[in-house]
């Protein structure tokens, strides 16, 4: 009877105390909320190496892969993935890495991710027709949605909705998910928030019947994509 043979692999001290020091984080330990992240804490180079396969000498090669896979699924003519090779004409590896790390590094299922943002796009583009901050500026400064300044301990950015103060005849429900598809890029753009992902605290105390006359099936079904939407971005 043979006995099988086991293998280990020594974990350096630095990377160990790495993993120590993301036990114990506060809010203080990382980057702003807003704006391209100059450069990464180790601690979350580290959780992106534990827990989305990312290591910097493949993370060119993966990007190169799924720039590939694009051009070869619009060459099968398919509607959509001719939708999705030229919505990311143009785009740099930091576009296409975001999708990256979002499926932990899997290529083919970063792949359907993008497919699932250009599809939402296509399905809904009242929603990002003449997108800008001054299209949406109003509805942010309402506090629809409101955004901590400051990462929660895990490194999250916090998005807060509060729905008791809502006047549906002053902000619509559609403009309201214009200003979350704003703030999603514009934050999704921060390298640190693609590895360590959203917390949305909703809060609907105060809802009325008023506001839910004010709200089509429709408009939440649209909700639910939005939310979808996100999750395939980042982790919620």
Request: glycine share 6%; hydrophobic share 40%.
């Amino acid at each position: 009877m043979s006995e099988g043979v086991g293998t280990f692999r020594m974990v350096p001290e630095e990377e160990q105390e790495l993993r120590c020091q993301l036990e114990r984080l506060t809010t203080k330990d990382h980057g702003p909320v807003f704006g391209r992240c100059s450069q990464l804490p180790q601690h979350t180079l580290q959780k992106a190496k534990d827990e989305l396969n990312e290591r910097e000498e493949t993370r060119e090669e993966a990007v190169q892969e799924l720039q590939e896979l694009v051009r070869e699924q619009a060459a099968t003519g398919e509607e959509l993935a001719q939708a999705v090779a030229e919505r990311v004409q143009g785009r740099d590896s930091a576009f296409f890495l975001r999708f990256i790390r979002a499926r932990k590094f899997d290529v083919g299922r970063a792949y359907e991710l993008l497919r699932g943002y250009v599809h939402f796009r296509l399905q809904y583009p009242e929603l990002f027709d003449s997108l800008s901050l001054e299209a949406i500026r109003c509805t942010i400064e309402a506090g629809y949605p409101g955004v901590l300044l400051s990462r929660d301990k895990y490194g999250r950015v916090v998005m807060l909705f509060n729905i008791e103060n809502w006047d549906c005849e002053e902000i619509t429900f559609d403009e309201i998910l214009q200003a979350y598809c704003f703030i999603l890029e514009k934050l999704l753009e921060n390298e640190e928030t693609q590895i360590n992902g959203f917390c949305i605290i909703e809060n609907f105390k105060g809802f009325t019947m008023q506001q839910a006359a004010g709200l089509r099936p429709s408009d939440l079904r649209k909700m639910v994509d939005m939310l979808q939407a996100c999750k395939f971005e980042a982790p919620l």
